[in-house]
């Protein structure tokens, strides 16, 4: 499924063909649209196409070259407008200093007062921004967005604009100027940006993505954006996908997200086994403080499943499918050892490679003596070893047992002898020595040393 957050179904472009733009819409797994208005009369017109189609959902607003016609009349039927049900959002609303179609001072204003209606309606906001970076962010970060949030569409700006959104809780939206030549500033933002707060939009009939540019753009060609974003991201364009029409949904709440926990989910060529969400540490950074979703799956569980309930599952996404399985850090596996090994000896016996993410504190949750059954059951191990001193894995990490920084070092080397490959994380946490963590690594633990972001999990 993807959402294409942003098209101009209205316009004259479409007048022609729109059943049959729809139909390819569909067919290449669009399974929604949201389409925008720029004046009342567009508005209007998107409502209409919305309460024709069970895909569609609208946006009413005025983008900033219209706005200086716009009226109090205008402004009294925008408010009617977002009292349907499949209004999800106030835009397209802004600054627009390229143009200049309608005069700085009136765009100001207009934007203001549009920011105003959407949050005394709690519509989040979306928001088109050309060559007024900082006006346009100084407005939002004065004027307040709404508590339902807001977008930057289309988005174009620089890392600073970026950041400013970020840190208002914004998502920026990725359109066809992402798979352009000459965007390499464009994607060099995209990369950093957290994909959680990424959106898909086509802006169509505008900005076809290659290998379409040039062309009319339609919703049907979001999947060459979702393409090009996900090789930025070293995703696969599923991952993409799954992920921003998850976004979506949270933002403009046009879907329910799922309800229920993944047992088994995929990331990239990898298959993930959900298999416990408790853990010995409670660290103050974990994503389960913050959200149930790693990389668009839902990954709170009710109930641990049993070794049987994991095979299963793992036979329905057909496993042997994937490069690897892996037993996943979403709660601490070695927390059942058992079904670890029933689980992994059914993937062995298949060919497929085993890896365990762990905190590392087996030898502390199980003994010192199941070591040895690991051999030849798992292929590899990444063990959280996050920091270089034992007081700032206790003051982070706050683990549950005595001497857990310890001994998830000497499971690391006990490790190494059963288990070929052995690897440990940091954290990329402002002010982790992460040189000394590469000390450690080599010097004391022998592995290899892989450097986590400290925003991006999964
Ligand atoms: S070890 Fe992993 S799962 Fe456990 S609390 Fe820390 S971050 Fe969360």
Redesign the pocket.
């Known amino acids: 499924m993807i959402i294409d957050t942003h098209a101009h179904l209205d316009m004259e472009q479409f007048r022609d063909d729109l059943p049959s733009v729809l139909a390819r819409a569909r067919d290449a797994g669009v399974r929604y649209i949201i389409t925008i208005g720029s004046d009342i009369k567009s508005s209007r017109a998107a409502r209409d196409i919305a309460a024709a189609h069970e895909e569609i959902f609208f946006s009413p607003g005025f983008h900033p070259h219209d706005v200086k016609s716009a009226t109090e009349a205008d402004y009294g039927e925008m408010e009617e407008l977002l009292k349907y049900p499949k209004a999800v959002a106030v835009g397209e609303i802004g600054l627009d200093y390229h143009y200049d179609y309608s005069p700085r001072d009136t765009q100001t204003e207009h934007f203001k007062r549009q920011l105003a209606v959407a949050k005394k309606v709690n519509k989040p906001v979306i928001i088109h921004s050309r060559e007024a970076e900082t006006e346009t962010m100084d407005i939002i970060a004065s004027a307040g967005l709404p508590e339902a949030g807001g977008t930057l569409h289309c988005f174009s700006g620089g890392p600073g604009m970026a950041r400013r959104a970020l840190e208002l809780g914004m998502y920026l939206s990725v359109g066809g100027t992402l798979t352009f030549n000459n965007s390499g500033a464009l994607r060099d933002v995209i990369k950093t940006a957290p994909i959680e707060k990424l959106l898909l939009e086509t802006d169509c009939p505008y900005l076809a993505p290659k290998p379409l540019r040039g062309k009319r753009n339609e919703p049907s060609y979001l999947k060459y954006i979702a393409e090009a974003l996900a090789q930025l991201k070293g995703l696969s364009p599923e991952d993409v996908m799954r992920i921003t029409s998850l976004n979506a949904s949270l933002l403009f709440g046009i879907c329910e997200p799922p309800k229920d926990g993944a047992i088994v989910y995929p990331i990239r060529d990898s298959l993930y086994l959900n298999i416990t969400n408790r853990?010995?540490?409670?660290?103050v950074?974990?994503?389960?403080n913050s959200t149930d979703f790693v990389k668009g799956h839902n990954l709170r569980i009710r109930n641990e499943p049993t070794a049987r309930e994991i095979i299963s599952a793992m036979e329905r996404a057909d496993f042997t499918r994937y490069r690897e399985v892996v037993f996943c850090?979403?709660?601490?596996p070695f927390l059942r050892l058992d079904v670890i090994k029933e689980v992994a000896r059914a993937v062995k016996a298949r060919g497929v490679k085993v890896r365990i993410n762990t905190?590392g504190h087996a030898l502390l949750i199980n003994g010192d003596r199941f070591m040895p059954e690991l051999k030849g059951l798992i292929d590899a191990v990444s063990v959280?070893l996050n920091f270089p001193t034992e007081a700032e894995y206790e003051k982070y990490?706050r683990p549950q047992r005595e001497g857990a920084y310890k001994s998830l070092k000497e499971f690391v080397r006990r490790a190494k002898e059963y288990i070929p490959e052995v690897g440990v994380t940091a954290l990329a946490m402002p002010g982790v020595d992460i040189e000394e963590c590469q000390r450690i690594a080599k010097d004391e633990l022998g592995a290899d040393l892989r450097v986590r972001k400290y925003d991006e999990v999964g």
């Open positions: 853990c010995t540490n409670a660290c950074f974990c994503v389960r850090g979403y709660g601490e905190n959280s990490c």
